[in-house]
C-alpha cells in the first residue's frame, strides 16, 4: 500500500489543519489507518487510528482531533482543531494491510505560541 500524506504546515495556537493521507488501495478495504506524529528527540506516537470502522485516539487529542474516511477521494484524514503548540511535529499516515504495516512520508505541522 503506497499512501501520500499532505496538508502540514504553520498555524497559531488555536487554529486549524487537515492532513490527508491518499491510499494507492481502496481505504475500505485497509483494516487499519492512522495518524501518527513524531516530535524532536521524541518517540514516535499513534495520534488517532481507524479499525474496521472503529476510531480511537490519543489522550492528548481527544475533542479537538477527528479522523474520518473520505470515499469520494479515497483518503483518510485528520482534523486537527484548537492547535497547541505541543502538537507540534512531523505527522506520518499509517496502514495496516494483510498483515503488514506500511507508512507515508511524514509531513511538518508546526504551531506557534
Known amino acids: 500500500v503506497q499512501l501520500q500524506a499532505s496538508g502540514g504546515g504553520l498555524v497559531q495556537a488555536g487554529g486549524s489543519l487537515r492532513l490527508s493521507c491518499a491510499a494507492s488501495k481502496n481505504i475500505f478495504s485497509i483494516d487499519h489507518m492512522g495518524w501518527y506524529r513524531q516530535a524532536t528527540g521524541k518517540q514516535r506516537e499513534l495520534v488517532a487510528g481507524?479499525?474496521?470502522?472503529?476510531?480511537n485516539y490519543a489522550d492528548s487529542v481527544k475533542g479537538r482531533f477527528a479522523i474520518f474516511r473520505d470515499s469520494a477521494n479515497n483518503t483518510v484524514n485528520l482534523q486537527m482543531n484548537s492547535l497547541k503548540p505541543e502538537d507540534t511535529a512531523v505527522y506520518y499516515c499509517?496502514?495496516?494491510?494483510?498483515?503488514?504495516?506500511?507508512w507515508g512520508q511524514g509531513t511538518q505541522v508546526t504551531v506557534s505560541s
Open positions: 481507524i479499525t474496521f470502522g472503529t476510531t
Open positions: 499509517e496502514s495496516i494491510y494483510r498483515g503488514f504495516q506500511y
